[in-house]
């Protein structure tokens, strides 16, 4: 009996260290993710993943950092850049509250750049519609203040009333076709056409910018800014030559040098440059079995493209 009573209160030591060992296990749970920020509020951000949404919470020691290169070094940013609509990748553990402590919070510089022009073009759209609000009721009141004062004319004068009444109806139609055209402007905000385009060209496995291509970005970039409602879109290409990775890399180089002087030289904004694209070697205008159709393929193509919402509002 007593040694039955021996095994029984072992197994019953050995049950309750596995339930204390799996307690342990699952506060503080590693989590490795990737998503897009979909808000933050100071030291947390909300993250859409594929598993669902994530609360991140970083601090001093959490590591924010993009890539260099194509080597293993990285540089460290500031939590500035964690803006909503930016991808990233995530590394930590979870705490009491079900929450991810980022130990490292990764992005690269083409997402934040995306993100950026995102959030530039969300605030003056944001401001149009505030606008527009205000004067929409404006209208309004002054509308309902002629109403009043025909309600106070009604013993004096009937005609009167009826000619009142016929210019507010006439006044709520403009107020109507008012309310229409902003809302016909606002439905072509995805709507772009292409105005002007330039090509610029490279050596073979370069990405340096020649000075005549400099004049023809330079032009373009001039064109954009006497331009309301615009982009510059930006794609980068390769010929054949070389290995299809080295190519990527090239295609995105180019562009991403076009880029930086669309900002630095040209004085182009940031919201206004569409983020850069590497096309490799896809596309070519022309035959890869020839040199001058070679150097041809290697070039970076610049669209100004025109909003039809904001460059026709006669429309």
């Known amino acids: 009996m007593y040694k039955q009573m021996r095994v029984v209160i072992s197994l019953l030591a050995v049950s309750l260290l596995a339930l204390v060992s799996t307690y342990a296990a699952n506060s503080g749970d590693k989590v490795k993710a990737k998503g897009v920020i979909m808000e933050r509020t100071a030291d947390t951000i909300t993250v859409k993943t594929a598993d669902g949404p994530y609360t991140v919470v970083f601090n001093a020691d959490t590591k924010i950092q993009h890539p260099l290169g194509l080597g293993a070094r990285h540089k460290q940013m500031t939590p500035e850049v964690l803006i909503p609509g930016l991808r990233l990748k995530f590394e930590g553990v979870t705490d009491d509250q079900n929450r991810v402590a980022a130990k490292t919070i990764d992005y690269d510089e083409d997402d934040l750049s995306l993100a950026e022009v995102i959030q530039a ?101 001039q064109e954009a800014l006497q331009t309301k409602g615009y982009v510059i879109e930006v794609k980068g290409y390769a010929d054949s030559t070389g290995s299809l990775a080295d190519n990527q890399v090239l295609s995105k180089q180019r562009a991403q040098a076009v880029v930086a002087y669309l900002l630095q030289d040209c004085g182009v904004p940031v919201k206004n440059i569409v983020a850069p694209g590497a096309m490799s070697e896809t596309h070519p205008v022309a035959s890869n079995e020839t040199s001058s159709g070679r150097a041809e393929n290697r070039r970076v193509e610049l669209k100004l493209l025109v909003n039809k919402g904001l460059a026709e509002p006669g429309k």
């Open 121 to 221: 073009g969300l605030h003056p759209t944001a401001e149009q519609q505030a606008k527009n609000m205000e004067t929409y009721a404006a209208n309004k009141k002054a509308t309902d203040a002629e109403i009043e004062a025909n309600k106070r004319g009604v013993a004096a004068n009937q005609q009167e009333i009826e000619a009142n009444k016929q210019r507010i109806a006439s006044n709520e139609q403009g107020i109507q076709e008012v309310a229409q055209s902003t809302a016909k402007r606002f439905s072509e905000l995805t709507d772009w056409t292409a105005k002007s385009q330039t090509d610029v060209h490279f050596d073979v496995g370069q990405y340096s910018i020649s000075a005549d291509n400099k004049r023809a970005i330079a032009d373009l970039a």
